[in-house]
């Protein structure tokens, strides 16, 4: 099993829709991670938690919430969803710093 | 504010060597990672400099300067299967990595 797993790995939902991205892991690590990537942008960080209790926005919050329901779980939800939300999205968890962030397979969104 | 550049892309053939550079001005500096990405899949790590110098693992090996926000990845002997997206991404103290655009890396036989 993967130790970052991401559900689902692909989704097209329409316009207005309400969706959420699940991200769940098996390493034990505090800080989890919500990125998207766009083509030519690079990776941009929408939110982040270093534990249960602890949520901060990233650079690019507005559109989406998320939900830190245990240590090994954290959603991202798009409370209605919009054409220009269409993005690959990683979850991503971190330990020690050498080691660098544990990245899940990503899921690709399509907004129609 | 925070800003990391790198360029858009580079090219290079079989069995070369190439330097991908990568400048940065960030608050809060705490190491520097570079990852490798092949189209559609996860970031990889490769390699992370939190002090300045060379680090080496094999065929990349990673630079950093802190007074001059500088950093590069330098790989050699260029194979096919290094085509791919090689990101820069500087660790934010006390917040996330906050990643570059990315460098794609073309590699001809």
């Known amino acids: 099993d993967a130790d970052v797993t991401q559900t689902p790995r692909n989704r097209i939902t329409k316009t207005g829709k309400r969706i959420m991205l699940e991200c769940s892991q098996t390493k034990g690590h505090d800080r989890m991670y919500w990125y998207r990537q766009d083509p030519g942008l690079g990776l941009r960080l929408i939110y982040y938690?270093?534990?249960?209790?602890?949520?901060n926005k990233g650079e690019i919050s507005d559109g989406y919430s998320v939900s830190r329901q245990a240590q090994a779980k954290f959603s991202l939800s798009l409370e209605s969803a919009i054409p220009n939300q269409t993005a690959l999205y990683f979850c991503?968890?971190?330990?020690?710093?050498?080691?660098?962030?544990?990245f899940g397979s990503g899921t690709r969104l399509t907004v129609v | 504010g925070q800003n990391i550049d790198q360029p858009t892309e580079m090219t290079a053939t079989e069995g070369a060597i190439v330097q991908i550079n990568c400048t940065y001005q960030?608050?809060?500096?705490?190491?520097l990672f570079w990852y490798q990405q092949h189209a559609g899949e996860a970031p990889t790590f490769l390699s992370y400099?939190?002090?300045?110098g060379l680090e080496e693992k094999g065929r990349f090996s990673s630079f950093l300067s802190r007074s001059k926000g500088y950093s590069y990845l330098l790989l050699k002997e260029l194979q096919m299967k290094d085509s791919a997206s090689y990101l820069c991404?500087?660790?934010?103290?006390?917040?996330?990595?906050?990643f570059g655009k990315g460098t794609t890396l073309s590699v001809s036989s």
């Open positions: 938690s270093f534990d249960v209790k602890d949520i």
């Open positions: 960030t608050s809060g500096f705490n190491g």
């Open positions: 991503a968890t971190m330990g020690q710093e050498p080691n660098g962030y544990t």
């Open positions: 991404a500087v660790n934010q103290a006390g917040t996330a990595l906050i």
């Open positions: 400099n939190v002090l300045d």
